[in-house]
């Protein structure tokens, strides 16, 4: 296991600062898009309360398979430390591992996409079966992240798309050829007439 992509010391109130690090897939930095490295889809994997040698295990695993890893404490940081960290770092939402995963779950679940003690030793058994667990619970998610990573490790950036038919507009700046197609629909529907009353008003919607 290499070095850390990113490395963080956390000040959790009425307990000890915690060490965090991050470890992202080939080609993902700490930038905007990955703020400390962190890819959005696939989604993370945090490691509550893994020790360094089952962190030496399954990191290497869950980057091969795209995902940023984040590790917390090398010793039991305890469920609000974990949750501190994760917010720290801007994680919204990850797969979590380790002696914390099922409380961490429990607390917040709307954060938690899946929860994996793991058994006392990381074997090579145990991390295949924790990536099939981690694949069997990955989201679908409803719009495309900044930055991705496919099941080979290539990263691919998507480039914010604007549309066209953005309003308001001003008669010296008339809308684009695909926005008055759009608004220019026969009001046969009730999204149609609603872009018939935009356009009335001087607004075009947002196709």
């Given at each position: 296991m290499g070095a850390p992509t990113c490395e963080e010391t956390i000040d959790v109130p009425g307990a000890?600062?915690?060490?965090?690090?991050?470890w992202a897939p080939?080609?993902?930095?700490?930038?905007?898009?990955?703020?400390?490295?962190?890819t959005y889809e696939p989604a993370p994997v945090v490691l509550a309360g893994v020790s360094g040698q089952d962190a030496g295990e399954l990191v290497p695993a869950l980057l091969d398979s795209g995902r940023s890893v984040v590790?917390?404490?090398g010793e039991v940081p305890g469920a609000a430390g974990a949750l501190e960290a994760m917010s720290r770092l801007g994680v919204t939402q990850a797969?979590?591992?380790?002696?914390?995963?099922?409380?961490?779950?429990?607390?917040?679940?709307?954060?938690?996409?899946s929860a994996a003690p793991l058994p006392e030793r990381a074997t090579a058994n145990a991390v295949a079966e924790l990536l099939a667990h981690i694949?069997?619970?990955?989201?679908?998610?409803?719009?495309?992240?900044?930055?991705?990573?496919d099941a080979a490790g290539r990263t691919s950036r998507r480039v914010p798309r604007t549309s066209s038919c953005a309003g308001p507009w001003l008669p010296t700046s008339p809308?684009?050829?695909?926005?008055?197609?759009?608004?220019?629909?026969?009001?046969?529907?009730?999204?149609?007439?609603?872009?018939?009353?935009?356009?009335?008003s001087g607004r075009c919607p947002t196709t």
């Amino acid at each position: 296991m290499g070095a850390p992509t990113c490395e963080e010391t956390i000040d959790v109130p009425g307990a000890a600062p915690l060490a965090v690090a991050v470890w992202a897939p080939e080609g993902v930095v700490d930038e905007p898009g990955t703020p400390f490295g962190v890819t959005y889809e696939p989604a993370p994997v945090v490691l509550a309360g893994v020790s360094g040698q089952d962190a030496g295990e399954l990191v290497p695993a869950l980057l091969d398979s795209g995902r940023s890893v984040v590790t917390v404490g090398g010793e039991v940081p305890g469920a609000a430390g974990a949750l501190e960290a994760m917010s720290r770092l801007g994680v919204t939402q990850a797969h979590l591992a380790g002696p914390l995963a099922g409380t961490i779950a429990q607390k917040v679940p709307a954060r938690a996409l899946s929860a994996a003690p793991l058994p006392e030793r990381a074997t090579a058994n145990a991390v295949a079966e924790l990536l099939a667990h981690i694949r069997a619970h990955e989201p679908r998610r409803r719009h495309n992240p900044l930055v991705s990573v496919d099941a080979a490790g290539r990263t691919s950036r998507r480039v914010p798309r604007t549309s066209s038919c953005a309003g308001p507009w001003l008669p010296t700046s008339p809308p684009s050829r695909q926005c008055m197609a759009t608004c220019s629909t026969p009001a046969t529907s009730p999204a149609a007439r609603r872009a018939a009353g935009a356009v009335a008003s001087g607004r075009c919607p947002t196709t």
